[in-house]
Structures are given as C-alpha cells and as structure tokens.
C-alpha cells in the first residue's frame, strides 16, 4: 500500500472471476476508466450523472489498487471485469467520444471519506436488476434530471461526509513490499507502516503484543509483534518482514479495517504521514540530522576512517564528507547523501557496536545509547540505566525526581525524563533517543568527575604553604 493513493500509468486486468484461468491484459489507467463507463453506462445520460457515475467507478478501481487486494491475495493483478466482484471492462471494445472526453478530465479524481486517505470503495449497481448499498445508476440519472450536481448526487448515495480529491498525483507504480526485507535496526517510513498496522491488528487478535513507539525504529517489541503475527498467520517465524510477512499483514489489515467494503474504517492521515524525510542532504536540518551525528560521532571511536562530528542538527559540509567517509567505510556510494541503505548501514554499525557491551549500570561509567527510544511501557536493562542516571543528576538539580530504578519506564520515569528535557532546553516529549540520551549521560559524568576529590581536595589537607 502506498503512503498517499496516487493514481497508476496502468492497471492489470484479469478477463474472468479471479479464480478462473483467464487472461491478464495492462491498459493505461485512463483507457480502462473510459471502456468502464462506456461498458456500463449510456453517452446520452445527462452529463451529471455520467461525471458522478465516473468518480465512482474511479474511486472503486483506485480502492483496488491502494489496497492492493488482489495482490495480497497472492494474484498477479489488480482487479478483474467479473461484475460479481468489480467492474465490466470489455477488451478492444470502442468508447463512446463524449464519455471518452469526460473520462480525461477525471481519471486522476476520486471520492474519499473526509478525514480518511484512501479511495472509496464505491460500491456502486444498475438500481433496477441489482440493488446495493451505494450509488444506483439510474437512480442517478433522475437525481441528475432534477438539477443535482456530481457531488450531490454522489452525496445522495454515499454520504454527506464524503469529499472529491482533484488531480491526484500519477506515478508508474503504486504499492508493493518494501525492495529490501525489514528487520531488527531497519528504520523509515516502511517501518513505522508496519508498526502502525501490527497495532490496528492486535485490536483483534490480542495475543500480538502492541509496539510502543510507532517511530519507524525496528526494535525488540517491533520485533516481538512480527513474530507473533507470523506464528498465527503460519508465516516462518524469523521476525523478518519480507514480501510474504509484508503482503499478509496488509491483508489482515485491509480486513479488520474493512477498507473495501462502503463503511470501512478509513485510513487517516496520521496513520500514513511519513516521519523520515527521504534524503539527508547539505541543508536538512532537525532531530534526523542530530541523530546522524551522533551515530557516526560514536562510530569514529570504533573505525579510523570516520572522523568526529559536532553534534548540532545542520547538515553541512563537514557532515557531508563524514557521510562520504562512512560510505567509503562500508563500500556504498559515496555521494555524501543519507537515504536508507546509508542510515541502515550506520545504524547496523552502531547497533553492531553496543550489543558487545554490558549494559549493568557501574557508577561513574556512561553507555551509550542502545539504539531503541525508550518511554512509557519500555521494560528494560537500559531502562534501568536511565533511571540510575536521572538519579544521580537529580541529587544536584531540584527540578527532577528520583525514581525507584526497577527498570520499568512508568510515569514517575517520563516526568523525570520531560523535567531533565527541560532542563537541558530540548524538546520535552518524554521519549528518550539518542540526543537526549547524550545529554543525559554527558551531564551524569560532568558531575560524577566534578564529585571526585583530588589530592589536596580533602579536609585536613595543608592550604597554602608557600617555599
């Protein structure tokens, strides 16, 4: 399923009932839009109701194609012309001119609900042999006869919530698994769409664990959640998303929301919204920026090729020739631009890094951060590391309360976490990454080092006492 429902080039149509070995033709979208609405209705039915009767039969394809229904069904096309199941596209048939023109100026235009992304599933049927929750075409056609417009009469069938989106973007392809399997120390947005799906599924099957942070980090309890799904959906249980994880998840949850029926649940945005830009450049700047620093900073102590760098949120040129120098490092390209392979290779690197070192809390030694945000829920050694840092700063600034250090990030720990973001002017979200984490264990050991007494720091120790 894509990020935001674009409208395809082509669209694959399989000529019979999907089980039926039929054969599979692609047509450019705009030629199986127009063969629809000329297959199933009249060119002399007043132009309202041929526009209204084309947004729906638009959304409907569109629906199947986001969806990806018959994909994740394990076919090999996007939708079929058995009118049991989808539209009637007759192949090499000819197009009436005027629904030709009319399909042209709306093949990339389709009805979704307000406040939902995805494509309506715009079921639609004649009104007089079949009839069905949505619209009724010649039941259309009266409306459009009394003077209804497109929108009204789409809104006399569907609902007054729904909204027409105009010019849809066009792209070559649309959905499909993510190129390269996820796994544990995958980032990005395929990430947190898995997260975000696992979650909505484990609504209905409660046995799969839910994913704290849907933050597009591949950590343990993503991990956990895969796992599960894959042992009750009788996937190989390696908690690895590969196209097979991928697809079935996508299928569970086109069925527990119900997106291709009329009253789905609908998607919303914020379930879809990417939170990683797709590079990192010169001139990006933000909490992505500052978490690259701070992995390839750390990863200087580790490799001789990859220099220090300042940890500040700009993206400029010395951190462009440290990302040339970590692509030269791990043999990609060097073009001093981070999109995935690069940030997945550093984060490897990094995790590859801290899962060599034991994480028991020792007073006076700082760890570095394990890679994983911790916060509310987070039942972790590195959890009880954090609560024994706040600790100790809280013994010189009054801001922060101590915590029972258990191990457990409750709501005692995210109050000390947001008052020490506070503290230190960073965002307070509660949430420990990998920023707030350096400047919690950067300040812990400026003052364990401030605490310890030197020679001559003591009491009773001689003052003075010149030659």
């Known amino acids: 399923m894509a990020i935001i429902p674009a409208v395809p080039q082509t669209i694959t149509v399989h000529l019979g009932s999907p089980n039926a070995n039929a054969e599979n033709i692609t047509v450019p979208f705009l030629d199986y839009v127009a063969n629809v609405a000329s297959s199933e209705i009249y060119p002399t039915w007043p132009e309202s109701a041929i526009r209204a009767n084309l947004y729906a039969q638009v959304s409907f394809a569109l629906n199947r194609v986001y969806t990806e229904y018959y994909r994740t069904r394990g076919y090999d096309f996007d939708i079929t012309n058995d009118t049991a199941f989808d539209q009637y596209y007759v192949k090499g048939r000819n197009v009436f001119e005027n629904v030709s023109q009319i399909a042209g100026e709306l093949f990339n235009n389709y009805i979704r609900r307000v406040g939902n992304v995805e494509p309506l599933f715009a079921q639609y049927c004649d009104g007089i042999r079949t009839k069905c929750p949505g619209l009724s075409q010649w039941g259309s056609v009266e409306l459009a006869e009394a003077g209804l417009s497109p929108i009204e009469i789409l809104r006399e069938y569907y609902g007054e919530d729904i909204e027409l989106v105009e010019n849809a973007p066009i792209t070559g392809s649309v959905g499909g698994a993510p190129s390269m399997p996820l796994r544990f120390g995958s980032v990005g947005d395929n990430v947190r769409t898995l997260q975000i799906r696992l979650n909505r599924i484990s609504n209905n099957f409660p046995s799969i664990p839910k994913i704290l942070a849907t933050n597009g980090s591949f950590g343990e309890d993503t991990e956990a959640a895969v796992r599960k799904f894959q042992s009750i959906f009788e996937l190989d249980v390696d908690g690895v998303v590969g196209k097979a994880t991928w697809y079935r998840v996508q299928n569970v949850y086109i069925g527990v ?211």
């Open 257 to 467: 929301k119900r997106l291709n029926d009329l009253d789905s649940e609908g998607i919303r945005l914020d379930e879809i919204s990417e939170q990683f830009e797709g590079t990192l450049s010169v001139g990006s700047t933000g909490q992505n920026v500052r978490d690259l620093q701070y992995f390839i900073s750390f990863l200087s102590s580790y490799y001789s090729t990859i220099p220090p760098l300042v940890i500040d949120s700009i993206y400029d040129e010395a951190t462009r020739s440290a990302v040339i120098d970590v692509q030269n490092t791990f043999g990609l390209v060097p073009d001093g631009i981070v999109g995935v392979l690069t940030w997945n290779a550093i984060y490897r690197a990094y995790r590859g890094v801290i899962t060599t070192i034991p994480r028991e809390y020792v007073e006076g030694i700082t760890l570095p951060y394990n890679g994983v945000p911790l916060q509310i829920g987070s039942d972790s050694d590195e959890v009880r590391l954090l609560q024994e840092y706040l600790n100790y700063i809280s013994r010189s600034f009054d801001e922060i309360e101590p915590v029972n250090p258990t191990g457990y990030f409750g709501a005692a720990t995210q109050e000390a976490v947001i008052a020490f973001q506070k503290l230190v002017d960073l965002e307070p979200t509660g949430v420990v990454g990998a920023v707030t984490w350096k400047y919690l264990t950067d300040l812990y050991a400026t003052l364990y080092q401030g605490s310890q007494l030197k020679e001559g720091q003591y009491p009773g120790y001689p003052v003075g006492g010149g030659v």
